[in-house]
């Protein structure tokens, strides 16, 4: 993959769907509805096995606005993170969100041998040229980290934390809750 500029990272970190044949388009939006659908779905086992415990997977109405309010909000609800990682999957750019949690999981770690492991496995994954999920980071940003494999600590992400972060709170998110996705999910949250 290609050197990334600052520049290209404040425009693009997904494939717009205007940038999609249409026949790709349709099958996205598809793809999309069906996870929301199996999102929303009431969890049938789960009532079958535990009559008392029968309750709606749907989110509140009140939930579903709220995400609209920051994107703070929507990756701290359950539902509402993962309505956005089904969305960033149908723009093609879900590696954004699963290296931000991935990051989020390591400033928990304790032990030197724990934070060692997922450090190197981060940088294998997202960071290193040509990862499996590649994210697009600035030349200054992966140097660091590169700098701090041999003693990562529990802050050793948090540059290229905050630059993906940044990223989706000014792409992806704005998108989502101008999509169809969004709308969909306040309409099944008011029913």
């Known amino acids: 993959m290609r050197e990334i500029s ?42 079958i096995l535990h009559p008392m415990k029968r309750r709606s997977y749907r989110p509140s109405t009140d939930d579903v606005n709220q995400w609209a309010q920051s994107l703070d909000k929507l990756l701290g609800h359950k539902y509402g993170k993962a309505a956005f990682c089904i969305f960033l999957k149908s723009e093609f750019c879900e590696e954004n969100i699963e290296f931000w949690t991935a990051c989020e999981d390591f400033r928990v770690l304790s032990s030197h041998r724990d934070l060692s492991s997922k450090a190197n496995s981060i940088y294998e994954e997202f960071i290193q040229n040509e990862a499996p999920k590649e994210i697009n980071l600035d030349f200054q940003t992966k140097n660091a980290i590169v700098q701090i494999l041999h003693q990562p600590t529990a802050t050793s992400f948090l540059a290229a934390q905050r630059k993906v972060y940044s990223l989706m709170e000014n792409n992806s998110y704005p998108r989502f809750i101008h999509s169809d996705l969004y709308r969909d999910l306040c309409a099944a949250a008011r029913a």
């Not at 940038?19 to 939006?29: N, S, T, V």
């Not at 996870?35 to 009431?42: A, C, E, N, Q």
């Open 6 to 47: 600052s520049h290209d990272m404040a425009f693009s970190d997904c494939t717009k769907p205007s940038d999609l044949p249409a026949d790709k388009k349709g099958m996205k939006r598809k793809n999309w509805r069906n996870r929301i659908r199996f999102l929303l779905k009431t969890n049938s086992s789960h009532s």
